[in-house]
């Protein structure tokens, strides 16, 4: 029998700052701009949705911000989490590739999003913030906000899109246990809401409907604020302590990777992972291919264009220079309702251009496929999301079958899948189909691009 092999690192080696890749760049992001003077915008413009701690954060230039003692000390309920070699895997592959992944399912939640969720309720409630509002999709995010807003006391109210509230109700159920309410988006609670019922009553809804309801409910209560699970600068960088364990922890393994992959939708789990491997790259100690992963049917950084564009449908938050279909873009209602945006992180979108990382899109029964694969042989069913990844890894594996390279890969498994097993009986009961982007309705969602904004 061929075990798996597992790093763990001891509570006092797990790391005490994130890392700001920022600091890195000889050329830096373009800003966020001011949706009505097209000039960048300041800390006054984000005052009414971010306590000033984390606008800080977002436009920090230093290399490193040292987390809080009260966040360290939630995150050591699961946290540092485990670095697995798929021997197993490796074995059902016949592969000579060595594959592994860092498990960010051991979170209370069973994702990696508690890593950003935890700060953010912390630096708000330390500002006297009360309440949070905020968008889910696939409901991780929801479920995390929601364990960390019962941590520190907050209240917490989410807008779940309507096709994962209808696909994923343990999640509804999750976030209502830890104290959260909960509502299917669009919905007729916000004016960005009911204007999408009125021309779409059967909308499936997406994370740019969402956000824009959960924005406008925050903007009108002095004593709310939004909380964002991806995309920002801010959640970026706390997500990168899974890729500095990870580091740490291919030290133990006296390994180094080839190849990292990982699941893109907004880039939190994608840029958590590689960002720390990208410094290790930038300085000369390293020279892994970093790869993102994305849905066929939301890609938006393998077919979008690279353009400013708002982060919500209903053009409420500042334009961000971005690889997006569109903000006015509705994906189908694919299973991974986590990577259903439309636009990817300014910070990843522009570490794409300056060619740091390359990019793929897989169809949706090929990545679960891939996760029962990856379950068959490891135990842990992969949520949706990663199974992207998990992939990409089995891809790549194969062909080092062909070629006979012995490449190291490394994936972020950033959560487990036992909260979304109706996703994988549609696939299995062979109820699954492919969406992928149609040309058309690429083309007409890039028309509504702002005009004559930025460069």
């Given at each position: 029998m061929v075990e798996r092999t597992k790093y763990i690192l001891d509570e006092a080696d797990m790391p005490t700052r994130w890392y700001n890749v920022i600091a890195d760049l000889d050329v830096p992001p373009p800003p966020p701009l001011h949706p009505g003077t097209g000039e960048p915008v300041g800390p006054?413009?984000?005052?009414?949705?971010?306590?000033?701690?984390?606008?800080?954060?977002?436009?920090?230039?230093?290399?490193?911000?040292?987390?809080?003692?009260?966040?360290?000390?939630?995150?050591?309920?699961?946290?540092?989490?485990?670095?697995?070699?798929?021997?197993?895997?490796?074995?059902?592959?016949?592969?000579?590739?060595?594959?592994?992944?860092?498990?960010?399912?051991?979170?209370?939640?069973?994702?990696?999003?508690?890593?950003?969720?935890?700060p953010q309720a912390y630096y708000n409630a330390a500002e006297g913030i009360a309440k949070l509002t905020t968008e889910t999709g696939a409901g991780q995010w929801g479920s995390a906000l929601a364990f960390a807003c019962a941590t520190f006391g907050l209240e917490c109210e989410a807008w779940q899109v309507r096709a994962s509230y209808d696909q994923k109700p343990y999640r509804k159920i999750m976030m209502e246990t830890y104290g959260t309410t909960v509502h299917p988006s669009p919905s007729k609670l916000t004016e960005a809401g009911r204007a999408v019922l009125a021309e779409h009553p059967?909308?499936?809804?997406?994370?740019?409907?969402?956000?824009?309801?959960?924005?406008?409910?925050?903007?009108?209560?002095?004593?709310?604020?939004?909380?964002?699970?991806?995309?920002?600068?801010?959640?970026?960088?706390?997500?990168?302590?899974?890729?500095?364990?990870?580091?740490?922890?291919?030290?133990?393994?006296?390994?180094?990777?080839?190849?990292?992959?990982?699941?893109?939708?907004?880039?939190?789990?994608?840029?958590?992972?590689?960002?720390?491997?990208?410094?290790?790259?930038?300085?000369?100690?390293?020279?892994?291919?970093?790869?993102?992963?994305?849905?066929?049917?939301?890609?938006?950084?393998?077919?979008?264009?690279?353009?400013?564009?708002?982060?919500?449908?209903?053009?409420?938050?500042?334009?961000?220079?971005?690889?997006?279909?569109?903000?006015d873009f509705i994906p189908d209602p694919i299973h991974a309702g986590g990577l259903r945006y439309h636009g990817m992180s300014p910070l990843l979108s522009h570490l794409y251009e300056q060619g740091f990382y390359e990019a793929q899109a897989i169809n949706q029964r090929d990545c679960f496929a891939a996760g029962i694969q990856f379950a068959r042989s490891e135990g842990i069913i992969p949520a949706p999301e990663p199974t992207h990844a998990v992939a990409a890894c089995i891809e790549e594996a194969l062909r080092c079958k062909e070629t006979g390279e012995d490449k190291v890969i490394l994936t972020a498994l950033c959560g487990h899948a036992n909260l979304d097993l109706p996703a994988y009986g549609a696939y299995l009961a062979g109820e699954m189909v492919d969406n992928e982007l149609d040309d058309d309705v690429l083309r007409t969602s890039l028309a509504a691009l702002p005009a004559g904004v930025g460069s």
């Open positions: 006054d413009d984000l005052a009414p949705l971010f306590p000033q701690a984390l606008i800080e954060q977002e436009v920090t230039t230093e290399r490193y911000v040292d987390i809080p003692a009260e966040v360290l000390e939630v995150y050591r309920l699961w946290r540092p989490s485990p670095l697995y070699r798929a021997r197993r895997l490796e074995k059902a592959l016949g592969t000579p590739a060595r594959i592994y992944y860092k498990y960010e399912g051991v979170s209370p939640v069973g994702s990696h999003k508690p890593n950003t969720a935890v059967d909308s499936t809804g997406s994370l740019g409907i969402a956000i824009s309801e959960a924005v406008e409910m925050a903007a009108q209560d002095p004593n709310a604020r939004y909380a964002l699970g991806s995309v920002l600068n801010h959640v970026l960088l706390h997500q990168t302590i899974i890729g500095e364990e990870a580091l740490k922890q291919f030290e133990m393994a006296g390994d180094t990777p080839d190849l990292v992959v990982g699941c893109t939708g907004g880039g939190s789990n994608f840029g958590g992972l590689t960002f720390p491997f990208l410094r290790e790259k930038l300085a000369g100690r390293a020279n892994p291919v970093i790869r993102a992963v994305e849905p066929a049917a939301c890609p938006s950084l393998t077919r979008g264009t690279y353009a400013y564009d708002f982060g919500d449908t209903a053009g409420l938050t500042p334009l961000m220079k971005m690889h997006t279909l569109g903000h």
